[in-house]
């Protein structure tokens, strides 16, 4: 059983841009599903795929590179875990974080659901600050 689910997610996406796959496979859950809309809606994911493999249900994101110098490079520099099981971090909505200037995300567990901190910003909640992408 997975004690952090969104630390499992953040991982395995930092695995698969390691060995330069072009998809991740996750399995198919509440948090997956969200934050799978959030790097789609955002840009930094191609597609997203539900299948059943083996009995179960999985989510397969498929991530997006850009070529330098003929090399892949991923579109992802960094994903951090803010806020863990052991310390949890709220931030109210005037003080969500802009990630490098506004070229990263944060993603940030409201009372109305979990959002990017574009969308958090602009229906002024705040909460449990989660990850930062860049």
Known sequence: MITDPIADILTRIRNSIARKHPFVI??????AKIFAKILLDEGYILTVDEQFNENKKILILFLKY????KQKVSIFTSLKRISRPGLRVYINHKNIPYVLGG??????STSQGIFSDRKARQLNLGGELLCTIW
């Open 26 to 31: 996750l399995p198919l859950t509440k948090y």
């Open 103 to 108: 070229m990263g995300i944060a993603i940030i």
């Open 66 to 69: 850009k070529y330098e110098n």
